[in-house]
RNA sequence: GGCGGCAUAGCCAAGCGGUAAGGCAGAGGUCUGCAAAACCUCUAUACCUCGGUUCAAUUCCGAGUGCCGCCUCCA
């Protein structure tokens, strides 16, 4: 496998050849949440794209180490505490719980490290204290600044000029701070706030630098690939670079890559706004993969307006792709009791190729993750095979060089839709049946009949079938249609569902 | 005010110098006693507008219009 990767650099705003530090090991580093509240479909699409960024990285080859921390300590904690009448280990705690509860939902793999803030204290005491020493930063009354005018490549992340962030300031200038861009690594801590001591007496750490310190503690101190989402190019990531750079002399991250955002209604989804959706609003309603696909029919970089309806058609999507692999299923069965016959001497005149397909999906992934190409390529497939099998059933023969394709392209759309995207990892006949397309309809329903009462009827039904009286099989179906129950004659017998939203 | 992004069929969305992937929805068909489900086929005289460069532009350049983001905590 080709292991030449193209990824976009947000430093240098363009597409560079991936070439890590070591050549068979990946050093990643994703900034996490700041464990305060349920996370949010913004959290989603962030951790699912790093998610497939892991993955991807992994099936070809590379040793990746993968980093993501939790923030649990800060503003927005200790206010929630204060709320709450509790504690920020009890607010955070349970937070982070939650969240491992919503990516464990969404298939996103763990990570081998997520360490948290308040565990990395001390080297977070060092670093700052190293750049006071270099002359990077400052202490003024129990508080530590970095000086930004100290780093002479303060803005090449966010491509931002300073004098230019001086002149539109509206922020009001801290009067203790020399320059309204210096951040704080270090705060005092006021009167019931958690604090640990430090040579500035007791505090707690800024926000910036906890990153830095656990990318330092846990990877090193120059790595592959930093990620999050596009808002925290700047300030904090622009400041990771400024406080880590100072401190070791050395370039911190080699490629900054950078998620779109999640909008409602083409705008920004914020608290403010109130138009928040959190993960489980989502799951309550839908699949975990469906939600996974929708992300993945977006390229990462490009914002993505989410609604349900759209998440509705990835889930009609999805469903595609599990008859295509529930399809397969049927097909090796009927091979399996002699059904189709395997035409070993037939040879088509243009067999298909495989690689032509396992070629352009990973090419389109190797081009800065395009799993919307990528994708497009598993459906071309799809089309291919189910065509493929169809004809071969009207035949009931295929020919030796078609079953092998087949064999190989059901392989690799398993091992590429579970391993790369993690998508069917549910058994194909179980999703298919509690996810068939609903029938939008007015009353009726799981009250109006029951169980019981339905499966008399269709036995009925199915005795004036097989007497061939289809219209008193007829009044059964409009009968039960009319409170609700749709039926559906299969191969395998009867089976009914309700109308009106069936949400899965 | 400064910086940046986006504008492709009914909807979503790739592509980005050689004449428009894919998905959803819709329409036809196969199958079925009827139906449903499934599957197959079809569905953009051309990519916001106006100029320019080029043999050739949706793709590059310029101007304009519209939407959005960052410059403050935020995935």
Redesign the pocket.
Known sequence: MDKKIYIYNTLS?SKELFKPIDEDRVLMY?????AYDL?????A???ITFDIIYRYLMRLGYNVIYVRNF?DI???IIKKANDENSTVEKISSKYIGEYHKDMDALYVLKPAYEPKATETISEMINLASGLIRKGNAYEINGDVFFRVSSFKGYGKL????ID??I?????PVNEEKEN??D?ALWKKSKEGEPSWDSPWGKGRPG??IECSAMSMKFLGESIDIH??????????HENEIAQSESYTGRNFVNYWI??????IN????????KNFITIRDVLDKFHPEALR??FM???Y?????F?F??V???K??L??LY??V??YGEFKKLIGENRITLKKEDFSAKAENIENYTNDFYN?LS??F?T??A??????L??????M??DSI?QSSINSEDALFLDSAAAFIKESLTGIFGLLNENPKRF?ESN??D?AADGGGEDSISGEEIKKLIDE?NE??KN?D??S??VI?KLLLEKGV?????GFG?TY?FTGTKRQ
């Open positions: 705003l994703v900034c996490g949440i700041t996370s949010h479909i913004g959290h699409r962030a951790y923030t800060d503003d927005k966010s491509h931002k000029n230019e962030l002149a539109g300031s509206r922020i309204f861009l951040f926000w910036h990620g999050g989402g596009s808002d925290l190019i700047f300030p904090h950078h998620n779109g955002f999640v909008n083409s705008e920004k989804m914020s608290k403010s706004l696909l929708f029919f977006t390229h970089r490009s914002f993505i307006d609604s309806e759209g509705e058609s990835a009609q999507s469903l595609r008859q295509a529930n399809l389109s081009d800065d395009n919307a190409k994708l497009s390529v598993i459906f071309d799809v089309r291919r095979t189910n065509k099998i169809n009207a298919i068939s397309a029938i039904r004036f079938r061939k289809y219209g099989a007829d179906r749709v039926l559906e004659d299969t009867t569902k």
